[in-house]
Structures are given as structure tokens and as C-alpha cells.
């Protein structure tokens, strides 16, 4: 045995040393993701990974640009012009930019939009997430006089639609309609056809060369004109994208960021352990590690030969850490009792004891430093308050008992306040935001029954409404204020797990997401925050960081707010000699 | 026909049904419950974001049912109970189980749910990282644990090299696999310890040479060795211990054997049958093993890929990991059957 051991480890020594851990002429990136992205069809991006795989191969009318948590043109020269018809109607007017062309020199065209937009509405695709960002969208209307100027026709007004609107990899017509033979459908009667599934052979067609290409794993069949071309996937191990020589947004005078490909070859090596992954960092076999968790950075941050390698940031993201009530269960029905229960959470500790004090408090689901001009800070941030909880609850109506906390329910019968909290498994966050609560929630004399939930069952757990709590993270964007999916009383079987909605909290939200007028849209914020800490349907404890890790030679990362928190395409090396140590 | 073969055949016969069976229940217990893979299809709302049109939402989810087959029933024949009355219904060969039958049946493992993608090929990629990890790990564990066995059987263990050998050995038995693989890790491949052997398996890159790639594997498989070689060294000291205070291990002393004599010709036959099953029960904690191993490695393997399928409820892709396994463990006991009548020639294989 002991000459097994000796063996590996004289023949790990000459690989190490033969290890070279330059990188290769500053121009390759190695970043960490923690799976695999499954599926690189822009149709049915699976994960963010896979999102931003297609960022790298695609390009979209309009990109998010991380540097300024707002959406740029991309292939489109300009945001669109909003015309709104009526009160059910809005056009977007768009203009691709001249210098756009896909790889063999081939302007972009209108035509490739439209087509696209027949890709997302064709029935039997796996494209139902795109589609249903896009539903609100009807026709598309060519310019005749320009072929890179067309008009979207959208059912409904809403600020979003400007940038959503935007937000799809635009492909390339020739490639899956060589003929054009789509030209002679509308994109209203694909629509029309993808909401009664009716067939139509042009379009059952077309979703079979699509399945046949099978462009989730090769995406090479359906290029894109993204700055990357993907070299090398290995399923479940790395993906390589090399930079395309000649890329039409190289011409452009002055890129926008959006618009930026610095290094010659991205790889994201595909490590799900943190452990392994902090290794393979500190053995300089990976770059970039973004997403690392808080235990992680404290140990990185805590070694001196870390902190001579290695710049370590720390963003706050629009995740935000959140508990929520199911409204429809008798004992949490009224709002004093859910104000009451929102008093045991203690979300300054919390931050501390599960982010390292990195994040921020907040008084509702609007980021207190990025959407300052909206965030309502007059209202108190929730504090733990176990006497103001006991007041609370005995005006609600309850008792305390030595059974614990009754009241007469609508029946006559006495019911009992006691919980059932629900949470993923996978997150210690959530599990210590969990025994928190329950020790509180003790001391109070109120039974808290924990029940984690395995990941992929929680969403189904919080749809049927099998739950009394949960604590779950609410992802937000800073590009709208529309809350309707998560508070309205229409989505109260999808997206609204609380199961929320008052007329009154419905025509709020309504408004809010009708605002035209800054102040008009600051205003009606205000009062939203204000109703959600006065109804408390869900208490928002804070907003999450995201934090990264990075070669300290490596610049222009955009640490950012919003996924996947840095930017891969910006990325340069610095000249060794220059860089300095990096903490932000 | 030998009786051998037809011992096979039958052995083989029985194997297949037993893996058929077995495959079937898991196929219809996952399918009963068609909501979670569409959920997890369709996400979880963000806020912010442009809501659907009253029933879009529902009919998004029909449209997911209908391209991943859920929407058919799920088996030739149903049972519906209105108002107290329990009625059953004929669905002819049109359901989800039938397919999947047929389809296996001309080879076709069915399609991911999550990508549409056909699931064998993923599992033939996958297998070609488990088997060499497997493989290696059984051949390094029955090595060493007949090198253990044999050393730890030699004298007596209550003090010395042995009694530390087999303090050692009962200490890793207790731990945990991810305790030993992470052990390892922050071990040999850290720089505040020993940086000498890979953090991960992917850094290989098509230019390095096969020797360097090799180094990839060296602790995914030392860390499952370790994993079952305690077991299997403890068993085996066991067995050749009380073998050792048989009359015919005295017998052969008498006669002038030395001790090691009496083990490796008299003891070890003996000891084989036992250890035969324990060797053919490896599988199971090989499956349960790589399935940590290869996520602490970053190995694609079938550990990993069975893992992520039950975390994403890609219920074809665990069917078909069950039908592997089922196979292998059947095949696995199938052929320690053999060995034991080449072991002992008094055990006779009947079909």
C-alpha cells in the first residue's frame, strides 16, 4: 500500500510541476459553473448558464448592460419608439444597426426578426418560457422603404414592453428557411396558431427541421451573430466558446458594452462542489468564481496566499430573501396576525449570521440602493419584536392559553395559531432563517412544525398552497415595477403563492404598473411598499449578495446586481506587474 | 446445451424479468406524479416580469404536458371514482406505459424531459467515466482488502502495526464518503497542504498526456477504495482468524506450515465464499459512492447524471438509471453464483 501512495505521489509531483498555470497569453478565460447548461436552443434556455451561453452566440435586439443595471441596444440601434393606440394598443418601432450582419456577411434583416418571432410562436417547440415573455406581442410590420425597420404590434400598454420586447436572440432565416417560405405566413396568424394549436404545414415543418437540427447541442447548425463560436462541449464538464476573428460589432467606432468581446477563448468549467471549486481557484486551474458562497469567500478571504492572488467582490443582487403567508388559511387570513408573526423574523442577525453581513435590509421587494428614487425609506425595516408581536396577536383576537395562542374561528370552534413552515432543503439560509423563526416563535409559545422541502418539489409545494409559511428568494430585474405575477389576486393559482389579492391591493398594483411619469410611478411605489408592509401577505428580509472571486490580474469583471452578476465578454488581463489587490 | 448454459439462460431469463419488473414500478410511480417536472419546466415566476393572459397560463402547461407525453394516460387501463362509484376505463395501447414499453423494447431509452435529447447516448457518455472509475475502485478495493485481510489475520492484533492497522480501518468504516473525498481534496490537491494531484477532473485538456490525465482519477478512485476496502479488509481478517483456529489449520501447523502458509493455501479458499458475496454486493455502494464522488470530482459520470435527473424529476432518465442498475446488481449476484460453484465444487447449478 504504502508503495501505491509513494507512486501517486511522485507521479503527482511531475504533474504539477508540468502544470502550466500561465494563462494562455492573457487571452483565455476560465470561469466556474456549477452545472451544466443542458440545452443552448435560444428556444428553451434551461438555466442561466444557458442564457448566458446564448449571450455569447446570439444577439438580441436589446441586452442587459450590467455596468448600468439598465437594457442597451444591441442589434438594434436605438431603444424602440413607443407609440401606444388607444388603450389596447402599443407599437415598438425598431432599427437594426447597419453594421449588423450575421457570419457569412449577410445583413440582419427585419425578415431574420420576424422569423425568430415565428421560431417562439410555433407550436410544437419547447418554447413555451420565450413565448410567454413575448405574449404580449401580435404582428410584426416591415418598413418597405428601410428592410432594417419594422414595427412590433402589441396587445396592452406596459412600460416593460419596451425592453422585453427586445430581450430574444434574433436568428438567422437562411439557415432553418433557406426558401423563405415562412415570408408567407404572418407572424399574427403564428400567433393565432400558437394559442389554438392549430396546424399548419408551413410551421409543422419548420418545428421539425428545428427538432432535426437539434440546435440545443448544436448551436453551430443555427449561428448566431454573437461574438462567440462554441469549440468544445463536453456534457457535464467545460464548454469552450472561441471569439469569432471578424465580428461585425468590431467595426463599430465605439462598442457599447453590451457590444464588447475581449478574450479570445472563454471556458466555463463545470464544477458543482464549492469546496473543489475554491480549490481549483487557488490552484489557478479556473479564473473566475462567481456565485460563491458566503463560507467560501470567508475562508478565501481569510488566507493571506488568497488575498495576494485573488480580488474578492461583493454585489447586492435583486434576490431577495423572502417570507411569505398563505392568506387563505383561516389562521393567517388577517393582517394583524401575519404583521404579528413578521415580528419573529430577526433580519438584521440573519444577514449576519448567513451572508457575513453582505447584502442589505430592505423595507420591501424595491433594492434599497439601485431603485433609490423609488424605494420607500420612511418605512421601518422589519425588526424582531417579540412584546409588539404579543400586542399584535391579542388584537388580532387571540388568546394565550397554556395550550398556546386561540381565538374563535368563523365556526364557532376555537382554532389554534400554529405553523408550518416550509423551505428548501438545499439552502442553509433558508434553514437558518427556519430555526430562527422557530425559536422565536417558541418563546412565544406558537408550535412551528419545519419542513424542508427537496428543491424541485418546493414549486409545486408553494402552487398548490400546501403550506402555512414558506421562506423562498424573490427574484427581481431593474428594469420594471410590475408585481402582478407574484401579488395579484388573478395569479393566485400560479405565481401569487401567498395567495394575496384585495381589490383594493389589485387596482394598486394595476396602477404602479400603468405609471407613465416618474413621479406619478414613485408615488404609487410608495403607497405599494406601505400596503405591503401594512398587509404583510410576505415580509421581505433582505436582498441577497452576489459575490465573486477573480484572478486579481483579471479586469473589467462589472461586478453587477443582476445575473450572472459579472460580465465574461468584457474581461481583460491586466499587465502582471500593474495589478494590484482588488476588494470592493 | 451444458447445464452451465441453460443455468445461464435461466439465470439471464429471471435477471431480465426481475429488472422489467422492477423498471415498470418505478416508471409508474414517477408518471403518477406529472406536475413536478412541468413546474420545474415552466419556473418560477420573477416578479416584474409582463404577466400571462388569463389562461395562457394553463394552457402553456398543456402545451409542456402534451410535447413530453404526459398528457396521454398513463396506463392501459385507469380507475375514476365519481360520486362513490368506482369505474374503469379501457385506453388501448395508447399510453405513456405502452410507449415506453415498445420503445424499449426496439432499444430506445425514451427522451429527456429536460431537453428532448435521447437519453442512451447520455448514458453510454456517462458510463465511459463511471466503469474506469468503478473498476479501478474494485479492483484497488478486492486487492487490497485481501492484502489487509491476509496482514491483519497474520499475528495477533491486540497491540502493535496490526492493532493500529485495524483501529485505522474501523475509523475509516465510520466515516462518511464526502468526509473521506473532501479529506482527500484538502489534502493532496491544496495549496496550504499538499498541492500535488488535480482539484477536479476537468482541467485535463486534449494536448496532456495520458499519464497527467491518469492523475485526474487518482482520488475519485482512492477516495471510493476507501470507501469499501475497510469492510472488506475487516471481513476477511474476520473470517481468516476463525478459519486459522480450525482443526485443519492446526493440523497444517503441526505438519510445519508457517503461518502465511496456512493462510494464503488453506485459509483464503475457505475464506472465498463469504467474500465472494461481499464482493458481489459492491455494486450498490460503488452506484451510492460515485454518485458523491463524481459531484466532488466533477466527474460527468452515471452517479452524477442520475442525481441531477432525480433533483430535476427527468423521470426518463431514472428510469433508465434503474433499469442499469437493476441489471448490473442482478448480473452481479448472477455471476457470484458461479463463482461459487468454481469455489466449491460441492454447490451444483440448477435452471
Given at each position: 500500500m504504502?508503495?501505491?501512495?509513494?507512486?501517486c505521489l511522485?507521479?503527482g509531483?511531475?504533474?504539477?510541476?508540468?502544470?502550466?498555470v500561465?494563462q494562455?497569453?492573457?487571452?483565455a478565460?476560465?470561469?466556474?459553473?456549477t452545472?451544466?447548461?443542458?440545452?443552448?436552443?435560444?428556444l428553451?434556455?434551461?438555466n442561466?448558464n444557458?442564457?448566458?451561453?446564448?449571450?455569447?452566440?446570439?444577439?438580441g435586439?436589446?441586452?442587459?448592460d450590467?455596468?448600468?443595471g439598465t437594457?442597451?441596444?444591441?442589434?438594434?440601434?436605438?431603444l424602440?419608439q413607443?407609440?401606444?393606440?388607444?388603450d389596447?394598443?402599443?407599437?415598438l418601432?425598431?432599427?437594426?444597426?447597419?453594421?449588423?450582419?450575421?457570419?457569412?456577411?449577410?445583413?440582419?434583416?427585419?425578415?431574420?426578426?420576424?422569423?425568430?418571432l415565428?421560431?417562439?410562436?410555433?407550436p410544437?417547440?419547447?418554447?413555451?418560457?420565450?413565448r410567454s415573455?413575448?405574449?404580449?406581442?401580435?404582428d410584426i410590420?416591415?418598413d418597405?422603404?428601410?428592410?432594417?425597420?419594422?414595427t412590433l404590434?402589441?396587445?396592452?400598454?406596459?412600460?416593460?414592453f419596451?425592453?422585453?420586447?427586445?430581450?430574444?436572440?434574433?436568428l438567422p432565416?437562411?439557415a432553418?428557411?433557406?426558401?423563405?417560405?415562412?415570408?408567407?405566413?404572418?407572424?399574427a396568424r403564428?400567433v393565432?396558431?400558437?394559442?389554438?394549436?392549430?396546424?399548419?404545414?408551413?410551421?409543422?415543418a419548420?418545428a421539425?427541421r428545428?427538432?432535426?437540427?437539434?440546435?440545443?447541442?448544436h448551436p453551430e447548425?443555427?449561428?448566431?451573430?454573437?461574438?462567440?463560436r462554441?469549440t468544445?462541449?463536453e456534457?457535464?464538464r467545460f464548454?469552450t466558446?472561441?471569439?469569432?476573428?471578424h465580428?461585425?460589432?468590431?467595426?463599430?467606432?465605439?462598442?457599447p458594452?453590451?457590444?464588447?468581446a475581449?478574450?479570445?477563448?472563454?471556458?466555463?468549467?463545470i464544477?458543482?462542489?464549492?469546496?473543489?471549486?475554491?480549490?481549483?481557484?487557488r490552484r489557478?486551474e479556473v479564473?473566475v468564481?462567481p456565485q460563491?458562497?458566503?463560507?467560501?469567500?470567508k475562508?478565501?478571504?481569510?488566507?493571506?496566499a488568497a488575498?495576494r492572488?485573488f480580488?474578492?467582490?461583493?454585489t447586492?443582487?435583486y434576490?431577495v430573501?423572502?417570507?411569505g403567508?398563505?392568506?387563505?388559511?383561516?389562521?393567517?387570513r388577517d393582517?394583524l396576525?401575519?404583521?404579528?408573526i413578521?415580528?419573529?423574523f430577526d433580519?438584521?442577525r440573519?444577514?449576519?449570521?448567513?451572508?457575513?453581513?453582505q447584502?442589505?435590509?430592505t423595507v420591501?421587494?424595491?433594492h434599497?440602493?439601485?431603485?433609490?428614487?423609488?424605494?420607500?425609506?420612511?418605512?421601518?425595516?422589519?425588526?424582531y419584536d417579540?412584546?409588539?408581536?404579543?400586542?399584535?396577536l391579542?388584537r388580532?383576537?387571540w388568546?394565550?392559553q397554556?395550550?398556546g395562542w386561540?381565538?374563535?374561528?368563523?365556526?364557532?370552534?376555537p382554532?389554534?395559531l400554529?405553523l408550518?413552515l416550509?423551505y428548501?432543503?438545499e439552502?442553509?439560509?433558508f434553514?437558518?432563517?427556519?430555526?430562527?423563526?422557530k425559536?422565536?416563535?417558541?418563546?412565544?409559545g406558537?408550535?412551528?412544525?419545519?419542513?424542508p422541502?427537496?428543491g424541485?418539489?418546493?414549486?409545486?409545494?408553494?402552487r398548490?398552497g400546501?403550506?402555512?409559511?414558506?421562506v423562498r428568494?424573490?427574484?427581481g430585474?431593474p428594469?420594471?415595477?410590475?408585481?402582478?405575477a407574484i401579488?395579484h389576486s388573478?395569479?393566485?393559482?400560479?405565481?401569487n403563492?401567498?395567495?394575496?389579492?384585495?381589490?383594493?391591493t389589485?387596482?394598486?398594483?394595476?396602477?404602479?404598473?400603468?405609471?407613465t411619469t416618474?413621479?406619478?410611478k414613485?408615488?404609487l411605489?410608495h403607497?405599494?411598499?406601505?400596503?405591503l408592509?401594512?398587509?404583510?401577505p410576505l415580509v421581505?428580509?433582505?436582498?441577497?449578495p452576489?459575490?465573486?472571486?477573480?484572478?486579481?490580474?483579471?479586469?473589467?469583471?462589472?461586478?453587477?446586481a443582476i445575473?450572472?452578476?459579472y460580465s465574461?465578454p468584457?474581461?481583460?488581463?491586466?499587465?502582471k506587474?500593474?495589478?494590484?489587490?482588488v476588494?470592493? | 446445451?451444458?447445464?452451465?448454459?441453460?443455468?445461464?439462460?435461466?439465470q439471464?431469463g429471471?435477471a431480465?424479468?426481475?429488472?422489467w419488473?422492477?423498471t415498470?414500478f418505478?416508471f409508474?410511480?414517477?408518471?403518477?406524479d406529472a406536475?413536478?417536472?412541468?413546474?420545474?419546466l415552466?419556473?418560477?415566476p420573477?416578479?416584474q416580469?409582463?404577466t400571462l393572459?388569463?389562461?395562457?397560463?394553463?394552457?402553456r402547461?398543456?402545451?409542456?404536458?402534451?410535447?413530453?407525453?404526459?398528457?396521454?394516460p398513463l396506463?392501459?387501463?385507469?380507475?375514476?371514482q365519481?360520486?362513490?362509484?368506482?369505474?374503469?376505463?379501457?385506453h388501448?395501447?395508447h399510453?405513456q406505459?405502452h410507449?415506453w414499453?415498445?420503445?424499449?423494447?426496439?432499444?430506445h431509452?425514451?427522451?429527456?424531459?429536460?431537453d428532448g435529447?435521447?437519453?442512451g447516448?447520455?448514458?453510454?457518455?456517462?458510463?465511459?467515466?463511471t466503469?474506469?472509475?468503478?473498476?479501478?475502485?474494485?479492483l484497488?478495493a478486492v486487492?487490497?482488502?485481501l492484502?489487509l485481510?491476509?496482514?491483519?489475520?497474520?499475528?495477533?492484533?491486540s497491540?502493535?502495526?496490526r492493532?493500529?492497522?485495524?483501529?485505522?480501518l474501523t475509523g475509516?468504516?465510520?466515516?462518511p464518503?464526502?468526509a473521506?473525498a473532501?479529506?482527500?481534496?484538502?489534502?493532496f490537491?491544496?495549496?496550504d497542504?499538499l498541492?500535488i494531484?488535480?482539484?477536479?477532473?476537468?482541467a485535463?485538456?486534449?494536448?496532456?498526456?495520458?499519464?497527467q490525465?491518469?492523475?485526474?482519477l487518482?482520488?475519485?478512485v482512492a477516495?471510493?477504495?476507501?470507501?469499501?476496502?475497510?469492510?472488506l479488509?475487516?471481513l476477511?481478517?474476520?473470517?481468516?482468524?476463525q478459519?486459522?483456529?480450525?482443526?485443519?489449520a492446526?493440523?497444517?501447523?503441526a505438519?510445519g506450515?508457517?503461518?502465511?502458509q496456512?493462510?494464503?493455501?488453506?485459509?483464503?479458499?475457505?475464506?472465498?465464499?463469504?467474500?465472494l458475496?461481499a464482493?458481489?454486493?459492491?455494486?450498490?455502494?460503488l452506484?451510492?459512492g460515485?454518485?458523491?464522488?463524481?459531484?466532488?470530482?466533477?466527474?460527468p459520470?452515471t452517479?452524477?447524471?442520475?442525481?441531477e435527473?432525480?433533483?430535476?424529476h427527468?423521470?426518463?432518465?431514472?428510469?433508465a438509471?434503474?433499469?442499469?442498475?437493476?441489471l448490473a446488481?442482478l448480473l452481479?449476484?448472477?455471476?457470484?453464483?458461479?463463482?461459487y460453484a468454481?469455489?466449491?465444487?460441492?454447490i451444483?447449478?440448477?435452471?
Amino acid at each position: 500500500m504504502k508503495y501505491f501512495w509513494a507512486g501517486c505521489l511522485l507521479a503527482g509531483s511531475m504533474g504539477s510541476c508540468s502544470q502550466p498555470v500561465e494563462q494562455q497569453a492573457h487571452t483565455a478565460v476560465r470561469i466556474r459553473w456549477t452545472r451544466d447548461p443542458e440545452n443552448l436552443s435560444p428556444l428553451s434556455l434551461s438555466n442561466q448558464n444557458a442564457v448566458d451561453a446564448a449571450n455569447l452566440l446570439y444577439c438580441g435586439l436589446l441586452q442587459a448592460d450590467l455596468a448600468t443595471g439598465t437594457y442597451a441596444p444591441a442589434l438594434a440601434d436605438s431603444l424602440p419608439q413607443i407609440q401606444l393606440l388607444g388603450d389596447s394598443l402599443t407599437h415598438l418601432r425598431y432599427q437594426l444597426r447597419s453594421a449588423a450582419t450575421w457570419d457569412d456577411g449577410r445583413p440582419v434583416l427585419a425578415t431574420d426578426v420576424a422569423f425568430t418571432l415565428k421560431l417562439i410562436f410555433c407550436p410544437g417547440l419547447p418554447n413555451e418560457k420565450v413565448r410567454s415573455s413575448l405574449n404580449f406581442v401580435r404582428d410584426i410590420r416591415f418598413d418597405p422603404t428601410n428592410p432594417r425597420r419594422f414595427t412590433l404590434v402589441c396587445r396592452g400598454q406596459a412600460p416593460e414592453f419596451r425592453f422585453e420586447s427586445g430581450d430574444f436572440p434574433v436568428l438567422p432565416e437562411d439557415a432553418l428557411d433557406p426558401t423563405h417560405s415562412l415570408r408567407r405566413l404572418s407572424l399574427a396568424r403564428v400567433v393565432a396558431a400558437s394559442a389554438d394549436a392549430s396546424p399548419i404545414p408551413a410551421l409543422t415543418a419548420l418545428a421539425e427541421r428545428y427538432q432535426k437540427a437539434d440546435i440545443g447541442h448544436h448551436p453551430e447548425r443555427l449561428a448566431g451573430c454573437g461574438p462567440y463560436r462554441l469549440t468544445a462541449w463536453e456534457t457535464r464538464r467545460f464548454l469552450t466558446f472561441e471569439r469569432k476573428p471578424h465580428w461585425w460589432a468590431d467595426a463599430l467606432p465605439a462598442a457599447p458594452l453590451v457590444l464588447q468581446a475581449k478574450p479570445l477563448q472563454l471556458r466555463f468549467s463545470i464544477i458543482p462542489d464549492d469546496a473543489t471549486a475554491t480549490l481549483a481557484l487557488r490552484r489557478h486551474e479556473v479564473d473566475v468564481l462567481p456565485q460563491v458562497s458566503a463560507r467560501e469567500f470567508k475562508r478565501l478571504q481569510a488566507s493571506a496566499a488568497a488575498q495576494r492572488d485573488f480580488a474578492f467582490y461583493s454585489t447586492v443582487s435583486y434576490e431577495v430573501v423572502t417570507a411569505g403567508f398563505n392568506t387563505r388559511r383561516s389562521i393567517l387570513r388577517d393582517s394583524l396576525t401575519r404583521q404579528a408573526i413578521s415580528k419573529l423574523f430577526d433580519p438584521a442577525r440573519l444577514l449576519q449570521a448567513t451572508q457575513l453581513g453582505q447584502g442589505l435590509r430592505t423595507v420591501g421587494l424595491l433594492h434599497p440602493t439601485n431603485d433609490r428614487r423609488y424605494y420607500n425609506s420612511s418605512l421601518p425595516l422589519p425588526t424582531y419584536d417579540l412584546p409588539q408581536a404579543q400586542v399584535l396577536l391579542r388584537r388580532a383576537g387571540w388568546l394565550r392559553q397554556p395550550t398556546g395562542w386561540t381565538r374563535p374561528a368563523a365556526n364557532g370552534q376555537p382554532e389554534q395559531l400554529a405553523l408550518a413552515l416550509c423551505y428548501r432543503t438545499e439552502e442553509s439560509t433558508f434553514k437558518t432563517i427556519a430555526l430562527q423563526f422557530k425559536a422565536a416563535a417558541t418563546l412565544l409559545g406558537i408550535p412551528v412544525d419545519l419542513r424542508p422541502v427537496e428543491g424541485s418539489a418546493m414549486t409545486t409545494t408553494l402552487r398548490e398552497g400546501n403550506f402555512d409559511m414558506y421562506v423562498r428568494i424573490q427574484k427581481g430585474n431593474p428594469f420594471a415595477f410590475n408585481y402582478t405575477a407574484i401579488l395579484h389576486s388573478r395569479t393566485a393559482n400560479e405565481g401569487n403563492f401567498s395567495k394575496f389579492g384585495t381589490p383594493t391591493t389589485d387596482r394598486l398594483i394595476e396602477a404602479v404598473d400603468a405609471a407613465t411619469t416618474p413621479a406619478q410611478k414613485r408615488q404609487l411605489l410608495h403607497r405599494f411598499q406601505a400596503m405591503l408592509q401594512g398587509q404583510a401577505p410576505l415580509v421581505p428580509l433582505f436582498f441577497l449578495p452576489y459575490r465573486l472571486v477573480a484572478d486579481r490580474h483579471i479586469q473589467h469583471l462589472y461586478p453587477a446586481a443582476i445575473k450572472p452578476g459579472y460580465s465574461a465578454p468584457t474581461i481583460t488581463w491586466a499587465d502582471k506587474a500593474a495589478a494590484a489587490p482588488v476588494q470592493q | 446445451m451444458t447445464v452451465l448454459g441453460r443455468w445461464l439462460l435461466a439465470q439471464l431469463g429471471r435477471a431480465g424479468l426481475a429488472a422489467w419488473a422492477v423498471t415498470s414500478f418505478v416508471f409508474i410511480l414517477s408518471r403518477l406524479d406529472a406536475t413536478k417536472p412541468v413546474d420545474l419546466l415552466l419556473g418560477e415566476p420573477d416578479a416584474q416580469r409582463t404577466t400571462l393572459a388569463a389562461g395562457a397560463s394553463a394552457a402553456r402547461r398543456l402545451a409542456v404536458e402534451q410535447r413530453l407525453g404526459l398528457a396521454e394516460p398513463l396506463f392501459y387501463v385507469s380507475r375514476a371514482q365519481q360520486a362513490g362509484v368506482v369505474s374503469w376505463q379501457w385506453h388501448g395501447l395508447h399510453n405513456q406505459y405502452h410507449h415506453w414499453l415498445v420503445g424499449l423494447a426496439h432499444g430506445h431509452l425514451g427522451l429527456s424531459f429536460r431537453d428532448g435529447q435521447p437519453i442512451g447516448p447520455r448514458w453510454r457518455a456517462a458510463l465511459a467515466y463511471t466503469l474506469p472509475l468503478a473498476g479501478l475502485a474494485t479492483l484497488g478495493a478486492v486487492a487490497g482488502s485481501l492484502c489487509l485481510g491476509l496482514a491483519l489475520a497474520g499475528g495477533p492484533q491486540s497491540r502493535g502495526w496490526r492493532a493500529g492497522l485495524h483501529l485505522l480501518l474501523t475509523g475509516l468504516q465510520g466515516l462518511p464518503l464526502f468526509a473521506v473525498a473532501l479529506g482527500l481534496l484538502f489534502a493532496f490537491a491544496n495549496p496550504d497542504v499538499l498541492n500535488i494531484l488535480p482539484a477536479y477532473a476537468d482541467a485535463a485538456t486534449a494536448e496532456e498526456a495520458w499519464p497527467q490525465q491518469a492523475l485526474r482519477l487518482v482520488l475519485p478512485v482512492a477516495a471510493l477504495v476507501l470507501a469499501v476496502l475497510p469492510e472488506l479488509a475487516l471481513l476477511l481478517a474476520s473470517i481468516l482468524s476463525q478459519e486459522l483456529s480450525a482443526d485443519y489449520a492446526t493440523t497444517a501447523r503441526a505438519k510445519g506450515l508457517t503461518t502465511n502458509q496456512v493462510l494464503i493455501r488453506h485459509a483464503l479458499p475457505n475464506a472465498l465464499l463469504p467474500l465472494l458475496t461481499a464482493w458481489a454486493g459492491l455494486l450498490p455502494t460503488l452506484v451510492a459512492g460515485a454518485v458523491v464522488v463524481e459531484t466532488i470530482f466533477a466527474l460527468p459520470g452515471t452517479g452524477r447524471l442520475l442525481a441531477e435527473a432525480v433533483a430535476a424529476h427527468d423521470y426518463p432518465v431514472v428510469v433508465a438509471g434503474v433499469l442499469f442498475t437493476a441489471l448490473a446488481r442482478l448480473l452481479a449476484l448472477a455471476l457470484a453464483d458461479v463463482l461459487y460453484a468454481w469455489a466449491d465444487p460441492r454447490i451444483r447449478l440448477t435452471p
